[in-house]
């Protein structure tokens, strides 16, 4: 039982934005400002692509972004591209302080 | 080049014990609070304990509570996992990871595989 809850899928085709939810509690999400998302490939370890709920790390196109609001936090993708294919993971601090389950992003 | 590398994974009896360690080296380990993140086949990551910049605390999942024992040695730039009492649910890739701020893991080793069987 993970501590936050994603989706676990979602898909877009190319060019197309896609939103993945991540929905916590007071206690994590919705009372910290310490969310952050992982884009992982197969086989592959997690990478940071999101921190602090909507900062990116050097070198991460800007067609990530990440919001909050309330207890559920969002990682959106636009313009998707094929190379954007892989699993995401949210992560928060606060609470019993984990991930979430995990959502594998399908470019159709 | 920053970089950390896990080793140490492997085929263990059921009840049997393990020690990981990582090696850290191209950044300043002493002045990160480091982290034990594992996944089970096919599923999501799991935060399995993490340990102040000097050692001074360590917090654990409660799964894993008294069974597991994270360590460093700075000096070395070097983190550890020691594992006992072994069950088939620890069976999972071990990742450890640089916490740059309350849950925030900016640095990834490429993960060792236990096995428990």
């Not at chain 1, 999101?50 to 990116?56: A, G, H, L, M």
Request: charged share 15%.
């Amino acid at each position: 039982q993970s501590a936050l809850t994603q989706p676990p899928s979602a898909s877009g085709s190319p060019g197309q934005s896609v939103t993945i939810s991540c929905t916590g509690t007071s206690s994590d999400i919705g009372g910290y400002n310490f969310v952050s998302w992982y884009q992982q490939h197969p086989g592959k370890a997690p990478k940071l692509i999101i921190y602090e709920v909507s900062k990116r790390p050097s070198g991460v196109p800007d067609r990530f972004s990440g919001s909050k609001s309330g207890n559920t936090a969002s990682l959106t993708v636009s313009g998707l591209q094929a190379e954007d294919e892989a699993d995401y993971h949210c992560c928060s601090f606060g609470g019993s302080g984990g991930f979430g389950g995990g959502t594998k992003l399908t470019v159709l | 080049e920053v970089q950390l590398v896990e080793s140490g994974g492997g085929l263990v009896q059921l009840g049997g014990s393990l020690r990981l360690s990582c090696a850290a080296s191209g950044f300043t380990f002493s002045s990160y609070w480091m982290t034990w993140v594992r996944q089970a086949p096919g599923k999501g990551l799991e935060w399995v304990a993490n340990i102040k910049e000097d050692g001074s605390k360590k917090n654990y999942v409660d799964s894993v509570k008294g069974r597991f024992t994270i360590s460093r040695d700075n000096a070395k730039n070097s983190l550890y996992l020691q594992m006992d009492s072994l069950r088939a649910e620890d069976a999972a890739v071990y990742y450890c990871a640089t916490d740059r701020a309350s849950f925030t893991f900016n640095i990834w080793g490429q993960g060792t595989m236990v096995i428990v069987s």
